[in-house]
């Protein structure tokens, strides 16, 4: 993101906050931030935009953290990819005279750090907002013309609505993906050809994030993978049952809808 | 597979067989074969080496059909996704004078048709080839020959191995992703980010072929999904139970292991 900054929004100052030092140099030597603090604190103070980028569980201490220090007016909005507990938190944790605003962009990758930034990650790419009743329309406005300058289409959603679709589109697939790699044997492995690497692709992900993001929305993701079990059921009644017709039906199906994802404008593939 | 053996084995004659004359005339435009025959029969006669290619469903009756025309010391092997049934039919249908040997050349796209043809679809790619007791070593040794003068490498397993492990790595991930498709309502399906694009890429995949192949391989399919979802009640279990430490751990060894896959020289990808 401070390399998109940089690059999209050249009289922008970027300050990183990171906790480790080595990170921070990195950081300020491919060009991603301008500076660098150690503390959160200290990094928001004077700030007009503060974004939050740590993986979503730390984020009610950055809360307490920054909230004495933000200048007013500032807008804060973060990256998480859940968001009802952390809008609420942010809602209720910020001094008035800040302004949140929940985003996802939905750009980035399985891989992590310093060495795998792109300025270009979130173009074509979109980004959700997620406004509530108690959020600033101009607040609003403002953080979406931010992730418009960066390149993304943005959606608004709900913050409930968007951790139930999500756990749909993004965080079943990941469960899948981890499960599907869980299950094979060592003598598999070397077998797997081009679809097991694109249908696993995103297990290879830092535990830690996915590990946040299925407990905070494990409701949802419940019902995902109940819906998701049913369906899969339905095709092996149909195979048991030795139903050719039903399970072409069923395939087809599946691979229509597949083919008609991701031409539209939206799709960042 | 034209296009290949055309640029590796330059003094071959290619002679294709289809059931449409435009695929056929497409495929001498393009340079796939040298001659087309609209009977499996007609581009057999006088063959040394005959490779089935079309859908499972249809090996039995073009094995009856090319048995009575075959040529003394004819190779034949196939490219199909399951082998049990099929190595087993072609030792029974085919003349004591033919010699079979059954193939999986894992390489191939969701994509079908001539217009995605490729010389290059099988360099770096792994070929399996299915050996019984019945199987001639000379015959074995010479279509694997002719796998690696593709560019592929080559794995020997027995039918019965090919079929349990290839449900795992193959067909139960097929299913997954189809399934996982058939799950999205139409308002999450723009929301898709790559990693959903990455991980149902393979449903767009011929409804026919896979139902062929589901079909062939329901036992072990059975029991791949069995155990699929084994893997996944215990991931939903630790959440319930709240136990991030767990939680973490199951990824992070899901993680570790989808890592370490696709890194050795056996991978096309």
Redesign the interface.
């Known amino acids: 993101m401070g390399l998109a900054v940089r690059k999209f929004a050249k009289d922008c100052t970027v300050v990183g906050y990171g906790h480790r030092a080595s990170t921070l140099d990195e950081a300020i030597e491919i060009g991603a931030i301008d500076e660098a603090k150690l503390s959160a604190a200290q990094a928001v103070e004077g700030a007009d935009l503060v974004v939050l980028c740590t993986p979503v569980g730390t984020f009610e201490s950055i809360l307490h953290e920054i909230r004495p220090v933000l200048a007013p007016g500032v807008l804060v909005t973060d990256v998480g990819s859940t968001k009802r507990r952390i809008v609420a938190n942010a809602e209720s944790l910020l001094p008035a005279q800040a302004s949140f605003v929940g985003s996802h962009p939905?750009?980035?990758?399985e891989k992590r750090g310093v060495s795998f930034a792109a300025a270009n990650l979130f173009e074509g790419?979109?980004c959700?907002t997620t406004p509530t009743n108690r959020t600033d329309v101009g607040a609003l406005e403002k953080i979406e013309s931010f992730w418009r300058l960066l390149g993304m289409h943005v959606?608004r959603l709900s913050p409930e609505e968007h951790d139930r679709?999500?756990a749909?589109?993004?965080h079943?697939?990941?469960?899948?993906?981890?499960?599907?790699?869980?299950?094979?044997?060592e003598?598999?492995?070397?077998?797997?050809?081009?679809?097991?690497?694109?249908?696993?692709?995103?297990?290879?992900?830092?535990?830690?994030l996915?590990?946040d993001i299925?407990?905070e929305n494990?409701d949802n993701?419940?019902d995902?993978?109940h819906?998701?079990?049913g369906?899969?059921e339905r095709?092996?009644a149909h195979?048991?049952a030795?139903d050719?017709d039903a399970?072409?039906?069923?395939?087809?199906?599946?691979?229509a809808?597949?083919?008609?994802?991701?031409v539209?404008p939206?799709?960042?593939?």
Not at 257 to 262: A, I, K, L, S
């Open positions: 939905m750009a980035g990758s790419a979109t959700i959606t679709r999500l749909d589109i993004s079943l697939p990941h469960a899948l993906a981890a499960a599907l790699v869980t299950l094979q044997d003598q598999s492995l070397p077998l797997a050809g081009k679809g097991f690497l694109d249908t696993t692709r995103v297990a290879g992900g830092n535990g830690g996915w590990r299925f407990l494990r993701l419940r995902s993978v819906r998701f079990q369906h899969l095709l092996m195979l048991e030795d050719a399970v072409k039906a069923w395939l087809d199906a599946a691979a809808r597949r083919r008609g994802v991701g539209g939206m799709k960042p593939d």
